[in-house]
């Protein structure tokens, strides 16, 4: 249980595990386990990645990292869907992680020891819609849809079948059981099979879901046979597509509300200390309709059914042209500020954009984090009172920043991972406002994000990749300094910001004595002389001059600073600095340099060549006294 310890009020938190909760069956099934939970008061974390984990990939590792979100010190109880995960390891490490925490778990459409356990039981239902074809319309020639041959779910609702035919004293015949897998391609077959069979028409089709029974329909309506008329069909499972069809199947659906209730009268009968049945099974009900003949069928429900399905096929496509301009605006986002508030802007309700406090940071990709979350995440956007914040660090184990205003605000809320591959950029947080919200929209909406958040790492990566091949073009490989290159583009980048006539200081700088250096010493110890002259000029630019070397053993200095003995200060500044080297580096040579310098007014860039070489005039001017001196055997 947490407590806000700002108000000293306690909320019961049920986490929920599934995968696909944008599909309907496992939507339902979460819808109906969350309403019974907000009855009693409790907030509800789902955790659900959009994929299923089925295959062992680099993707589903990434998408299976939610669940390694979870907090069980956080979580009250822990409800699992194993039938929507599909990957046996995930489930058995989620529920590991929740016993080594004494963290109860419960779950649902499947047995699993150790934890109370909520199988649907639908053979008492399939029976009964089985039993109604033959006893109450009194039918004897009955075609069979099974789904996967072999496949336990198919083979005990055959088997159901086949005893019905036994019950009646019908001989079996299997030409009249086909396997449609529960999916639509083959079931196209199995009802074409029928059709050209010399067996005498069946009066009626029983299949093993409401897919199969779908497809038979509109197989059967397209070779001319109309139901109920000509031929009964029956469904099973009461999944959403059925309400958009004519006929109306008869179907049997698991009895969702119960189930909520069940379980979470189990949750709170362990949270207590009792210990409620392992097992607790859910069954089906059944409702008899239009495609068995047991409902007359209405043509205004129709028109109402088709308006409102292309109201939604509507809705989903201006959902899609929005995602699509979302992407197209956060193409110009320079910072993470910018695209923290389009993000925000295209959220169709109240979300958190979490990120790995690293994923936006300098670290080479070998040493990323794989599969995990780090200790400290970063909220990228969100909105606390009102205020929106952006790059908000908190503890992971949190799971949100702020929580306890989370919790107050919110009684649903959806993480979902945002990943490349096994890399994980971190998770999105959406506020489920109630059973009526659209999963799709927001997989489309988490999905962009992820893509969008990828594309702007990458956008980072090459724009600093450029950035240092452009300095690599513009640095002297050997001092660090700007070459000639360099020195004019930021000479122009600085000129640039200012306007009219300037006035600027140029110093032309030159080694005296670099060749006999390296002829007596080698060119190691010319290179190593060429250095210091650099690292003399690097520190006594404090002026934000610009300095390099322009070949050789040639140096340009330029500088806007054009205060009264400026030049002289200069000078003396890079004098010393040589002069310290000379002192402490133990070179069996002393470096020695000639400047001259200019000071002048320029209008246009154009002028700085001239003045360049107005300023080696005056260098050379020196470097001869310089070499006179030497001749003559006195130090300078």
Known sequence: MYIDKDDNKEYKIL???????????VRNIVSAVCRAAEAR??????????????????YSKGEGSIFRLINPRLIDALVILPESIKNDKVVEAVIKGADGEGLPVFVIDRI????????????????????????????????FIAGI??????????????SALEKYGIPFEQERVGYGDFWEKPTVKVVEDFIKSDLPFPEAIICCNDTTAITACRVLRNHGYNVPDDVLVTGFDGIEHEKYV???????????????????????????????????????????????GCKPQNK???????????GKINDSQGHESFMFSYLADTVECKTSDELARVIAAHADTFSWCIINSDFLGEKPEEERYHEVYTKKMTAL??????????????????????????????????????????????YMAISVSNDNFDFQNARRFINMTNQIMESYKSRLRLEKANAELAQMHMRDPMTGIYNRRGFYHYVKKLFGQNSGSEDVVIFSIDMDGLKPINDTYGHTEGDRAIKAVSAALEKSSVNSEIYSRFGGDEFVVFSMDTREYYIEDYIAAVNKAIDEFNETSGAPYKVRISCGAVKAKIKTLEQLDDFIKLADMRMYEQKRVHKQVADDGDDY
Not at 17 to 24: Q, S, T, Y
Request: net charge negative; aromatic share 12%; proline share 6%.
């Open 15 to 25: 986490g929920i595990c599934a995968a696909g909760v944008n599909f309907e069956n």
């Open 41 to 58: 008061g409790f907030r509800i974390f789902i955790f659900n990645p959009f994929s299923d984990l089925y295959n062992d990939t680099a």
């Open 246 to 292: 004519s006929p109306r199947l008869t179907t049997a659906a698991a009895d969702l509300e119960r189930l909520g209730v069940e379980v979470m009268s189990a949750v709170e009968a362990s949270l207590s200390g009792k210990k409620p049945p392992k097992v607790i099974e859910i069954p089906y009900s059944v409702r008899f309709s239009q495609s068995c």
């Open 112 to 143: 699993i020891d150790g934890c109370v356990s909520f199988p649907f039981s639908y053979e008492d239902s399939f029976e009964l819609i089985v039993d109604h074809i033959f006893s109450h319309h009194g039918c004897r020639r009955v075609n």
């Open 300 to 310: 205004e429900a129709i028109g109402d059914m088709i308006t409102e399905l292309y």
């Open 149 to 162: 041959k072999d496949n336990e779910f198919s083979q005990i609702r055959e088997n159901l079948y086949r």
């Open 381 to 426: 956007m969100m909105r606390e009172g009102g205020e929106f914040y952006t790059n908000i660090e908190f503890p992971v184990e949190d799971m949100l920043p702020f929580l306890p205003s989370a919790l107050k605000s919110f009684t649903r809320i959806m993480f979902s991972p945002m990943h490349f591959q096994d890399q994980i950029i971190g």
